[in-house]
Structures are given as C-alpha cells and as structure tokens.
C-alpha cells in the first residue's frame, strides 16, 4: 500500500518512500522440533510476504535462528508465524530480542546453517 501525503505548501505529493519509516529489528531463536520440518522457507516465505529484510538459519543446538528487520507491525506477524509453525513442526518455545534495526539487509534469505 502506498501513501500519498501533501507536502506542506508546495502542492507538490510524496510517498512513504519518500522519508524514514520507524523499522525494527527482530532476533528470534525458536526451539522445538523445528529443524527438518521445512520451517526455515516458512520463515522465508512469511517475511517476504511481509517486506523483511534479514535471514533464517537452523543452528547446531536444533533451533531456528532468525533475524529480521521491518516495520514493528510487520515483525510482530511474522513472530506469531514462528510460534505456530508450519504443520509438521512442533514449537515449544520462542525467545526474542527487539533492537534498532541496523539496515544491513536488502532481501531477507535463508543461510547455511551454523
């Protein structure tokens, strides 16, 4: 969606890719049997869909690792996407970190594991 914004006496418009959206930074690490269940291109799929930038990654304890950075609202879909997983996953338990978002990524993508 694309807001359209009068600029202040000019008659002139801008979008809201015209000045700085507040993003947010997201570092999950979600825990169950998440790994081997298709859960990463499920994290995948769901921030692309949102507009996210970052990356998920399985890690050596048996989690899921995902960083990810967008609008605060937007990142708390995606979080409500981890805790319930794909259908063959089982999520026991989501551990999350919000930070500023620091706007290293430009896509969001899945990264070899540890």
Not at 49 to 58: K, S
């Amino acid at each position: 969606m694309k807001i359209i914004l009068p600029a202040v006496n000019t008659g002139m418009t801008m979008t809201n890719t015209d000045f700085s959206i507040e993003r947010t930074r997201l570092h999950a690490v979600v825990e169950g049997h998440v790994q081997g269940v298709g859960f990463r291109y499920y994290v995948l799929t769901h921030a692309q869909q949102l507009n996210l930038t970052g990356w998920v990654r399985n890690t050596s304890e048996g989690n899921v690792e995902v960083i990810a950075e967008g609008d605060p609202a937007d990142l708390d879909e995606l979080l409500d996407a981890l805790r319930q997983g794909p259908r063959s996953s089982f999520v026991s338990n989501v551990r999350e970190k919000w930070e500023p978002a620091r706007g290293e990524f430009h896509n969001f993508d899945v990264r070899s594991s540890w």
